[in-house]
């Protein structure tokens, strides 16, 4: 039987150590499938290590050579120059001086200095040389492994942790229909975003959607402008007599036009059936609410004021801190607000915000309407949530070990994090729908936030206008063939930035106005197209295949579909 995370906190220790433990385990089986040497790449990396330091040395050398040669140049020349410009008009000794010197300062350059500069600068390039051909080595001995990396190497290690966690192999239109009919998921959310990436799946048995969009918003950009006027005056001194006087003045304007300014975002996005009727907001909040501060005293007041309003429908939980913390004034339903938020959920809920050893702490916006829940957390934005495997590809064991370990555990904690508030919900835990326990067959067609995330990353100046300025909201449509291919109309909807001048009237200080020139861009619609092929592959439900034969079966879906394809998470795609 399989334990429900009924304390994400408490419990979140014995994932970590779980998780690092397959993580561990998952690198080792990739280097053991690979053949990879780690002993053999270890000894060419620290020759490599000992040819830079070498070559550090010979730089320094060469560099203090260099200085010395450049010295005795610029001595030789002064003597020259002295002589040259004295003469023996003066006498005798100190040109005879200087050309003794320049001449010696010659002969030190060609016969000794340069030689040994030329020597340096050889066994410097030489090196250069060397370190190369070794590096391009290492690379070559690790292809094998870097090449094990998949799309999926995350998910399963994830769902081996934790076995309640399961991922799609990709974002299905199942799963997306389930979402809307069953659970209310609004399809306007997407027509003015484009999906960078998305990661479906079940926790428990109900669907959620990890997924990263970015969206273009009308922002406003300043523009500046300026204009030097110049005027004389003739006035009378007081000597009496008319003199003329120069004056510039740079008369300076400003105006705000209208910018197309883009942002992306990561939500969780999860549908659950328990308090169907039930919706809220909860935010961030803005500083450290401590039970003895000023601040958090000042909330349990506001909000005990504004539940001693009969028209707000507003019942304070009896535990206060839960209330100041977690702040949903605006829930419209208090009897299935406190089902879903028993005094448990509320204990999880504050040790989750107040927590910043294990956790992120008080960063995360929880919006509920009805059966869907959506969660954005601060630490998940910054994050490579794509899984792209090429982020562990390195020619160095030992580093490429300690990039997989650190980068998946990050990862990893990000995401628990990511649906600890939901975790804290026993309820949620408890509800299964019916899909879930009775079993449904789930068509595996990939859903469009598919294709646009697989644009995105084929990438935007692939379907821009060639006059786009900024960038581009990628939509797709499709075309399913009857051989089992897709094409993909992409569709890049951008701005072209169009030079226009606008005058301002300034006042200057002789007395006149003046148009004061402001040159700034209107942005216009573009819309940029292009197309690319794909293909679904069959869901491949061996979690324990070899990576080499996993390797293989995906090498042999890129040859059958032609040059310059890709593979990525179980779908094979080109560009036409």
């Known amino acids: 039987m399989i334990d429900d995370v009924l304390s994400p906190l408490e419990q979140f220790p014995t994932y970590k150590e779980r998780f690092r433990e397959v993580a561990e385990k998952t690198f080792e089986e990739l280097t053991s499938a690979s053949g990879v040497d780690p002993e053999a790449n270890r000894e060419l990396c620290r020759d490599i290590q000992d040819l830079k330091s070498h070559n550090e040395k010979t730089a320094s050398t060469l560099k203090w050579w260099t200085i010395l040669c450049v010295f005795m140049w610029i001595v030789a020349a002064i003597c020259v120059i002295i002589c040259v410009s004295k003469g023996f008009a003066e006498g005798w000794l100190v040109p005879t001086l200087c050309i003794v010197g320049a001449v010696a300062m010659l002969v030190l350059l060609f016969w000794k200095i340069h030689p040994i500069i030329k020597k340096y600068k050889a066994i410097k390039n030489e090196l250069k040389a060397q370190i190369k051909k070794m590096e391009q080595e290492t690379w070559d001995m690790m292809a ?28 299905t239109n199942q799963r997306l229909a389930d979402l809307v009919n069953s659970y209310g998921w609004d399809e306007n959310f997407s027509k003015e975003r484009s999906v960078v990436y998305s ?44 003199h003329t006087r120069h004056h510039s003045e740079t008369l300076r304007a400003s105006v705000h036009k209208p910018y197309p300014e883009y942002y992306e975002k990561t939500r969780l996005i999860y549908g659950n059936t328990a308090a169907p009727d039930l919706n809220f907001t909860r935010d961030i909040n803005d500083g450290k609410l401590e039970v003895d501060s000023r601040a958090y005293k000042r909330k349990l007041k506001d909000l005990e004021k504004f539940s001693r ?14 209330e100041v913390l977690f702040t949903t004034t605006n829930r419209n339903n208090n009897q299935q607000y406190f089902l879903l938020f028993t005094p448990l959920a509320q204990e999880n809920m504050i040790k989750i915000i107040r927590d910043k050893e294990h956790g992120y702490g008080d960063d995360f916006q929880f919006m509920k309407h009805r059966k869907l829940n959506t969660l954005t957390a601060e630490h998940m934005q910054d994050l490579p949530l794509d899984m792209n495997p090429r982020m562990f590809w390195n020619s160095n064991y030992d580093e490429a070990k300690q990039v997989f370990i650190k980068t998946t ?25 019916v899909s879930a326990i009775y079993g449904t067959e789930m068509p595996r067609q990939s859903a469009y936030w598919e294709h646009e995330a697989l644009a995105n990353f084929w990438g ?25 291919i897709v094409e993909v109309q992409v569709r890049a909807y951008g701005y072209r930035a169009e030079p226009r001048i606008d005058y301002v ?72």
């Open 144 to 171: 094998p492994l870097n090449k094990l990396y998949d799309w999926d190497v995350f998910n399963r290690m994830m769902t081996e942790t934790i076995p309640r966690l399961e991922f799609d192999p990709y974002f």
């Open 460 to 484: 935007e100046d692939k379907f821009a206008d060639p006059s786009c300025a900024t960038h581009s909201i990628l939509k797709t449509s499709e075309n399913r063939k009857d051989d089992g």
């Open 505 to 576: 009237s300034k006042y200057c200080s002789n007395g006149n106005y003046y148009d004061v020139p402001v040159h700034w861009d209107e942005y216009i619609p573009v819309i940029g197209t292009g197309t690319f092929e794909m293909k679904e592959d069959t869901v491949d439900e061996r979690p324990n295949l070899d990576p080499v034969i996993r390797m293989q079966e995906i090498n042999e879906k890129l040859d059958a579909f032609g040059d310059n394809s890709i593979f990525r998470r179980h779908i094979t795609s080109k560009l036409n």
């Open 309 to 322: 309003d009969l028209k707000n429908d507003f019942a304070m939980a009896t535990n206060e801190e839960f």
């Open 199 to 242: 990661h479906s799946g079940l926790i428990n048995g109900n669907p959620f959607v990890i997924a990263r969009t970015r969206k273009m918003e009308w922002g406003t950009r300043e523009y500046k402008g300026e204009l030097t006027v110049k005027w004389t005056t003739v006035e009378v001194g007081s000597d009496g007599k008319k």
């Open 409 to 433: 555990c990050e990862n990893f904690r990000a995401i628990y994090f990511g649906f600890a508030p939901l975790l804290s919900i026993p309820m949620y835990q408890q509800i299964r729908p």
